[in-house]
């Protein structure tokens, strides 16, 4: 296919506003799928993408389309996952395209990742289809959006595409303008090699399976290929598209979109973002843009019963073959024994992965709150990146203390301003930006901790404003903070795995919390358990869990032993659950406390 | 293995007690004879199988309200299982009474129809008590029942009394207790108020409308009676009963043993060969499955070795003799230290149990933690 009919595109926009739904109707309407071979919304493969009604992996099509002046056109359909957390690689998919259709709801409008998501896309100079979206809804209002479109995002609304991706609306008018108001690629084929590596996954027969964009040059099968940032050499064994089945084709030509199987055995081998190039006549410059992707967010993942540790690590083995972006190292705690510490992109990655160790790999796993990393500065100079609260007390000299701070971005209706302000002011956030996009909505901007947001803000700011109010955020820099450490005692004993980083001027408050939250959660024992939480050697909280005196049944006879039995079972079973820590036994809801302390 | 416990159950009574979740059902004269011909059918068909090389060591009428049936029909009940099984020559026969439901009459036709012990459902000498207990019967009534049985020569009454009421102090259960040591039982039982699901009183708590003492209160009681009738000269033998040297009930040891009983009539269980069943509950439907299959079994199940092996320890706990590791290790083929020696050392280093080589049995504190102790040998 020549590079003039070529449209390589992603659909961008706010979650729920839409995305997937529509990209399931261009692959229909195009013909790639019958309607009876497709599962709702192609393009979230993984079950729980369809369970959670978002794309975590991002996927490509290659669609055929017939346009109404009669020539055929290829587009390649990139698909971009629709979480913060995966940022990196959203630019990393954008920048493979010409174009965008952003998406907007048209009964909610602009919202916080619209906003950054339209930004990514600018930043690559990329032609922007507003789509407006749900049209069929009583309650849309295209005209409020496009007035919104204009005034906060200076885009062009006048032809924005309007659409119901549900009732099938408006789809072959966004196809016409694809044709239209994309660019084509326009990469010179007689040029060095020059592909970017924007996903990549493992696949268990194939080996590592990487989705490129060639940008300059031909790539054909047999090439001796060398990825410029990871430095491996390889020679490529399959090229092809996916329709959305694989299938396979000689070459890519500037403009293509496609898969390469290269004889790949590793995952972390390819990096998201990185230059694939001829190895016998490369290209002189590698991609701008490419970056490191660097966890975020740590946890210790500790299987709730010793037994499972092997399963556990072969787990984190096989998983990290298909998820290069988190990482996972050994280490011992000693209230929770044999673990791994895990660092992920964000919150719902650190989920993502938690849930698919229980689920695919039977792995009862207990999680440790999450931390963001700190930074140490020694007074010999030295910087120490410090990714668990329990490893503090190790590092000597601390000269001061630097924590990691993010531009947040809130677009809520007016009437919940004052909760929001009280709560980032509670979460020491400093505001940057206040903007109405019109009299009932506004756009705030925030610099904050990271560590304040680590934990549960985004579900607070979901209920303080009934659920109106979107978030979205980018990492900002390291600052310096008064930051101590809260440890928890049980019985006088510390709990490594509950310790916590906190700022020092709301460490006596969340100290109270916790005790009191923990004391919820710790069920009754045959002793009595002390829960205390101390900064330093100075006890801030003391909260007691009294003995279970009395746990005995009156009346066993023949009728109640089967049932009385069936009842011990399933308190055993519950029991099985909780983690012996010392002689206390805690359930992992206990350590999940530690998520909820609101901090008021 | 060879004895087997009887147990027969009547599902009638005059009224349901709000915190009864026992099977019981109103009385239904129109019922009555077929479920009895049910009942003796039943009895019959079990016999055919269960009868041979065994011997029957107690017989247990149980409700409900047994003495709802007219007592030529408690007669010709006790009569098939003379005639269907081999009673054994000092066989325990036991019927739960309810106070002022029995005549001088019906008692002395009792007696000779061969039932000798009577357990009588007491609860409390205090009327207030009675009455909140939703009891029909008053504390004077309990006197004149027991006076008519021991006058008709009832050597062997076994009394059931009930603490931790809403509202209990240790002075109101003391006055019980000593009212209740002055009939002179030969048995006790002292049963803690518990709320169980679908009853009157669990709607009422959930409704903020019964609150039972706290449990600091509750363990108080419960060792007040602990203390009172041992000290009178009751041996303490099981987690609620108590009894005179040599009047442990028999068929309610059988149960706390793991031994195999027959459950007859509705909604009854029963243990036998390795295998638990449950009869359908109401009573019309017992009649039509006995009717039309001999037997009117709901659900059955075979528990594993190891689900054997923790019924037998958590009944078997319930003694304060405990457990006999021998004959549990004959039983099962297995190693006791190997199988629960880890256990056993924990809670042992925890005084909650105590153990040599002969048994296993709960500690004193152990006793009140009873459930907490036998969860611990549970897989």
Not at chain 2, 22 to 29: A, D, K, L, R
Not at chain 2, 30 to 52: K, P
Not at chain 2, 254 to 281: E, I
Request: hydrophobic share 40%; charged share 25%; net charge negative.
């Amino acid at each position: 296919m020549q590079q003039e009919r070529i449209r390589n595109f992603s659909i961008i926009a706010h979650i729920d506003h839409g995305k997937s739904t529509l990209a399931d109707k261009l692959i229909l309407a195009t013909g790639a799928l019958q309607a009876r071979e497709m599962k709702d919304q192609v393009l979230d493969s993984m079950d729980l993408e369809r369970e959670r009604g978002i794309t975590i992996k991002a996927q490509t099509v290659r669609l055929k389309y017939k346009a109404r002046d009669g020539q055929g056109y290829v587009f390649n359909m990139i698909d971009t996952p629709g979480h913060v957390d995966f940022t990196y690689e959203v630019s990393r998919s954008l920048a493979a395209c010409e174009g965008v259709l952003l998406v907007v709801d048209a009964t909610q409008g602009i919202q916080a990742q619209t906003i950054a998501n339209l930004n990514l896309a600018l930043q690559h100079n990329l032609a922007v289809i507003p789509v407006i979206n749900k049209i069929d809804l009583p309650s849309s209002n295209p005209d409020m959006v496009r007035e919104q479109l204009e005034d906060i995002c200076q885009v062009d609304a006048t032809d924005a595409v309007l659409t119901s991706a549900k009732e099938g609306i408006g789809i072959d008018e966004l196809l016409e303008a694809v044709v239209h108001r994309i660019p084509a690629p326009n990469g010179e084929e007689t040029k060095p090699l020059k592909c970017l590596l924007f996903d990549a996954w493992y696949d268990a027969y194939r080996g590592v399976v990487v989705l490129i964009k060639v940008r300059e040059g031909v790539l054909n099968v047999g090439t001796r290929v060398r990825l410029m940032a990871a430095g491996g050499t390889f020679e490529v064994e399959e090229l092809g598209t996916f329709n959305p089945a694989p299938v396979k084709t000689q070459s890519l030509r500037a403009g293509d979109v496609g898969y390469m199987i290269a004889g790949i055995k590793q995952l972390d081998q390819t990096k998201i973002g990185d230059t694939v190039t001829d190895a016998e006549r490369p290209t002189e410059k590698p991609l701008p843009g490419y970056k490191e992707v660097k966890p975020m967010v740590f946890s210790g993942l500790y299987p709730i019963s010793g037994e499972q540790y092997e399963l556990l690590r072969d787990a984190l083995k096989k998983l990290k073959l298909n998820d290069a972006s988190f990482t996972y190292e050994a280490e011992t705690s000693t209230a929770l024994g044999f673990g791994f510490r895990c660092g992920f992109l964000g919150l719902l990655h650190m989920e993502i992965i938690r849930e698919r160790l229980e689920r695919e790999y039977g792995v009862s796993l207990l999680t440790t709150a999450p931390t963001v990393v700190y930074k140490l500065l020694t007074t010999d100079g030295q910087i120490v990146m410090l990714d668990n609260p329990s490893k503090l007390r190790e590092i000597r000299n601390i000269d001061h203390m630097e924590e990691p701070c993010v531009r947040g971005t809130i677009i809520t209706p007016e009437e919940y301003l004052g909760a929001i302000m009280a709560l980032t002011r509670d979460r020491r956030g400093i505001q940057t930006k206040m903007e109405y996009l019109n009299p009932q909505t506004v756009l705030l901007q925030y610099e904050l901790p990271f560590n304040e947001i680590v934990l549960d803000f985004y579900d607070r700011l979901k209920s303080i404003t009934k659920g109106y109010a979107s978030f979205d955020y980018e990492f900002l820099e390291f600052r310096v903070s008064d930051l101590v450490k809260l440890d928890i005692l049980l019985n006088a004993e510390l709990v490594d795995a509950l310790s916590l980083i906190v700022h020092k001027d709301k460490a006596y408050y969340q100290g109270r919390d916790l005790a009191k939250k923990l004391k919820e959660q710790i069920p009754r024992q045959m002793f009595e358990v002390a829960i205390q939480a101390a900064i330093g050697s100075k006890v801030v909280a003391r909260e007691t869990v009294k003995a279970l005196r009395k746990n005995v049944l009156a009346k066993c006879y023949g009728g109640d032993i089967t049932r009385k039995r069936k009842l011990l079972e399933k308190q055993k079973a519950g029991k099985k659950k909780m983690k012996l820590i010392g002689k206390v036994e805690i359930p992992q809801e206990a350590f999940l406390a530690v998520l909820r302390t609101d901090g008021k | 293995m060879n004895s087997l416990g009887l147990y027969l159950h009547i599902p009638y009574c005059l009224h349901k007690c709000g915190y009864c979740d026992f099977n019981s059902h109103p009385v239904n004269q129109g019922e009555m004879d077929a479920y009895v011909d049910a009942l003796l059918r039943e009895m019959d068909h079990y016999a055919r199988e269960w009868s041979a090389g065994r011997t029957v060591a107690s017989i247990f009428l149980g409700g409900g309200t047994p003495t709802t049936l007219p007592v030529s029909a408690l007669e010709t009940i006790l009569d098939r299982c003379r005639n269907r099984f081999a009673l054994e020559p000092d066989c325990e026969i036991t019927l739960e009474a309810n106070p002022a439901t029995i005549s001088p009459g019906f008692l002395s036709q009792l007696r000779n129809a061969g039932y000798h012990r009577i357990s009588i459902g007491v609860q409390s000498f205090h009327d207030d008590e009675l009455k909140l207990l939703d009891r029909v019967h008053s504390a004077d009534e309990v006197d004149s029942t027991v006076a008519m049985a021991r006058a008709e020569g009832f050597d062997n009454l076994s009394l059931d009394l009930m603490f931790a009421l809403p509202g209990h102090t240790p002075e109101r259960w003391r006055e019980s207790l000593r009212r209740a040591l002055a009939k002179d039982p030969e048995h006790l039982s002292t049963y803690n108020l518990t709320v169980e699901p679908g009853t009157v009183f669990e709607k009422l708590r959930r409704g903020g409308r019964l609150t039972l003492p706290p449990e600091d209160l509750q363990l108080e009681l419960y060792q007040e009676a602990i203390h009172t009738l041992t000290a009178a000269g009751y041996r303490h033998y099981e987690i609620s009963n108590f009894a005179k040297p040599g009047r442990e009930c028999r068929h309610n040891l059988n149960y706390w043993n793991n031994g195999d009983f027959l459950g007859l009539g509705a909604g009854a269980s029963m243990g036998l060969g390795g295998r638990r069943s449950k009869n359908f509950n109401l009573p019309s439907r017992y009649i039509r499955e006995v009717l039309a299959r001999g037997h009117a079994v709901e659900s059955s199940e075979s528990p594993t070795p190891r689900e054997a092996m923790e019924e037998t320890l958590m009944l078997g706990l319930r003694l304060l003799q405990g457990l006999p590791i021998r004959q549990f290790e004959d039983r099962f083929q297995t190693s006791f230290q190997t199988r629960f020696g880890k256990t056993a050392e924990s809670l042992l280093q925890k005084g909650l149990i105590t153990l040599d080589n002969e048994r296993l049995a709960l500690s004193h504190r152990g006793l009140f933690l009873a459930d907490s102790v036998i969860l611990e040998f549970f897989a």
